[in-house]
């Protein structure tokens, strides 16, 4: 069978599975989570072993190391998928709750009840605990979805679906609630982003190259959840610990991920104390510091190794990598006008023991999370409370920032009549 076909079938099958995913019962749900958690501690060394296959394929072909510290499936990382399933069966059940129910005038009674969106296809890049996390928020919320995973991830993202499809039939669901395609060829992904009659929105996660092609070709709907370029701004006024503290880790506490910091804005007045002292900590993971002239001054007389004149594409530029761009600023307004251009409007924050200059950053900065005091590494899910993510959007409709369970719902307005007529 052909792609475009294949593609077809799994839509067709979607379609129909979706139907009887929204109208399982919460009990129903939660025992195909709870069968899919056992079913992954039950084999945990197959999964491993089809780990390895992506794992070794991928050194092979040059994976870059953070790349493959996404795509590793350690125990650690079976334990957290499990345990993420096991909180997703303890969040409350969003579906079929009524809000809002007010009598009018006429007499009808108008409220509105949360809803599943329908398919989610959802493409994601090389991280196989995606594969779980997105699957069992997908079956809480009473979705279907067709999940298309990184290609470097394949083996063990086979080996994940054959699992939830045990899960979902055990508990008395349709196995195509969960669909993971079974193909590397781009193609399907072209195919998923075109068919508006099978999916009813579309989630990418991914960076440039997803980007550009679904900008060209998407039908579909989409909750775009994109590359992260995100800030760090060192106000005056920070406190020189907590500026050191999340400066280091905002960038090496995992360089792959979307919410790592890109770019880091440093005032002019606080930058001779602060850059000497955060470049000791970049230094002990030689991080790469592209830096405009005046960082530049002050990293080279403290006698930085890994320095290099930032250029105009660094603004705009998401390593994931031991990179980072370093500029100088004359405070507040000239960060937030900086991240307003530059930045893919994902996660900045400010430090600064400044509560106006902090509150003014809250208020001006047009990102889906904007933070004081803290390392954009906490954009996340899990960080957030809401159990699990799906990604975290950068859009602005619908759902901004980490997604959960809410953010793959709607509501529809439902009315509750007693005979009335319009008059
Ligand atoms: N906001 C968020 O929640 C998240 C954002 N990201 C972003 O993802 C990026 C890093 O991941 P990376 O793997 O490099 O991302 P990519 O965009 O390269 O890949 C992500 C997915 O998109 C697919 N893809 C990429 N380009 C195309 C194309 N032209 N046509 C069809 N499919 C395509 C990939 O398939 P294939 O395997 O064939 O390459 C993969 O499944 C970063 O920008 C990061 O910020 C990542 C995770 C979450
Ligand atoms: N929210 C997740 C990051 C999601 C993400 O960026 O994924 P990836 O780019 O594949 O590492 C976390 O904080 O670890």
């Keep these: 069978m052909d792609i475009k076909h294949y593609m077809q079938q799994l839509g067709q099958q979607a379609r129909s599975a979706s139907r009887a995913m929204a109208?399982?019962?919460?009990?129903?749900?939660?025992?195909?989570?709870?069968?899919?958690?056992?079913?992954?501690?039950?084999?945990?060394?197959?999964?491993?072993?089809?780990?390895?296959?992506?794992?070794?394929?991928?050194?092979?072909?040059?994976?870059?190391?953070?790349?493959?510290?996404?795509?590793?499936?350690?125990?650690?990382?079976?334990?957290?998928?499990?345990?993420?399933?096991?909180?997703?069966?303890?969040?409350?059940?969003?579906?079929?709750?009524?809000?809002?129910?007010k009598f009018r005038p006429s007499g009808i009674q108008v409220g509105q009840m949360r809803v599943p969106l329908g398919v989610i296809g959802i493409i994601y890049e090389s991280r196989p605990n995606v594969t779980v996390d997105a699957a069992g928020l997908c079956i809480k919320s009473g979705n279907a979805t067709i999940l298309r995973g990184g290609s470097e991830a394949i083996h063990c993202n086979r080996a994940l679906a054959r699992l939830v499809k045990e899960g979902l039939a055990g508990a008395g669901l349709p196995e195509d609630g969960v669909q993971v395609v079974d193909t590397t060829d781009r193609a399907a992904v072209g195919a998923l982003i075109t068919m508006p009659q099978y999916v009813d929105v579309i989630v990418p996660r991914g960076g440039k190259g997803l980007i550009a092609r679904l900008m060209e070709e998407a039908t579909v709907p989409m909750i775009k959840h994109l590359d992260g370029i995100c800030h760090v701004y060192i106000d005056a006024k920070a406190d020189l610990k907590k500026a050191v503290?999340?400066?280091?880790?905002?960038?090496?506490?995992?360089?792959?991920?979307?919410?790592?910091?890109?770019?880091?804005?440093v005032a002019r007045a606080i930058a001779p104390a602060v850059l000497p002292q955060l470049a000791k900590l970049y230094a002990t993971k030689q991080v790469e510091l592209r830096a405009d002239p005046e960082a530049l001054a002050i990293l080279t007389a403290a006698g930085y190794p890994h320095l290099a004149a930032?250029?105009?594409?660094?603004?705009?530029?998401?390593?994931?990598?031991?990179?980072?761009?370093?500029?100088?600023?004359?405070?507040?307004?000239?960060?937030?006008?900086?991240?307003?251009?530059?930045?893919?409007?994902?996660?900045?924050?400010?430090?600064?023991?400044?509560?106006?200059?902090?509150?003014?950053?809250?208020?001006?900065?047009?990102?889906?999370?904007?933070?004081?005091?803290?390392?954009?590494?906490?954009?996340?899910?899990?960080?957030?409370?809401?159990?699990?993510?799906?990604g975290i959007s950068n859009d602005k409709l619908h759902a901004r920032g980490p997604v959960g369970l809410e953010g793959l719902t709607s509501l529809k307005y439902v009315v509750f009549g007693h005979g009335e007529v319009r008059q």
Aim: glycine residues 6%; contains cysteine; proline residues 2%.
């Design 310 to 390: 930032a250029t105009e594409e660094d603004w705009s530029t998401e390593y994931l990598a031991a990179i980072l761009a370093v500029k100088i600023v004359a405070g507040t307004d000239e960060a937030i006008e900086h991240i307003n251009h530059y930045s893919s409007k994902h996660t900045e924050s400010i430090i600064t023991e400044d509560h106006t200059d902090a509150m003014r950053f809250l208020r001006e900065v047009d990102s889906a999370s904007v933070m004081i005091n803290a390392s954009t590494r906490f954009a996340d899910g899990f960080e957030y409370g809401l159990g699990a993510e799906i």
């Design 245 to 265: 503290d999340i400066g280091f880790n905002a960038k090496c506490h995992r360089y792959g991920t979307c919410n790592t910091m890109e770019t880091l804005l």
């Design 23 to 101: 109208r399982a019962d919460s009990a129903t749900r939660n025992r195909a989570l709870t069968l899919i958690a056992d079913a992954i501690e039950r084999d945990a060394a197959q999964l491993r072993a089809a780990n390895q296959l992506d794992m070794d394929a991928a050194a092979a072909n040059g994976l870059a190391p953070a790349m493959l510290d996404r795509l590793a499936l350690s125990d650690k990382a079976i334990a957290t998928m499990v345990e993420g399933l096991r909180q997703i069966v303890a969040l409350p059940d969003p579906i079929g709750e009524i809000s809002g129910l």
